[in-house]
């Protein structure tokens, strides 16, 4: 499990290293044009929050941590899905993403 560590005092978030493969190049291109949106995700380890939701801008740091050296492939069409869902609504929702879901 790979962690999206954000805003340098939050929790990680817990994720998948091939699900935080593709989020990190969705976060990446939107914060490269310099586009922030909501991201929305069931935390796999809070007994209080059972849905969170941050909002993504590119002043906030973020980290990407992987449980290998060897990133995972990645798939193009889930890319593209991502960023055609983010685009739609303007929110990131990760529920199907993630192991927790």
Do not use: C
């Not at 990680?12 to 990446?28: G, M, N, Q, R, Y």
């Not at 909002?55 to 992987?66: D, E, R, S, V, Y």
């Amino acid at each position: 499990m790979g962690r999206l560590r954000y805003d340098g005092t939050s929790d990680p978030i817990i994720i998948e290293d091939a699900t935080l493969a593709h989020l990190k190049i969705v976060i990446a291109t939107k914060l490269r044009r310099q586009e922030s949106f909501m991201m929305t995700w069931r935390p796999v380890e809070s007994s209080v929050d059972q849905r969170a939701t941050v909002w993504i801008h590119p002043a906030i740091p973020l980290q990407f941590g992987f449980d290998r050296a060897e990133l995972p492939p990645v798939d193009a069409r889930l890319i593209a899905e991502m960023m055609k869902a983010l685009n739609a609504s303007g929110e990131l929702t990760l529920d199907r993403l993630t192991s927790s879901s």
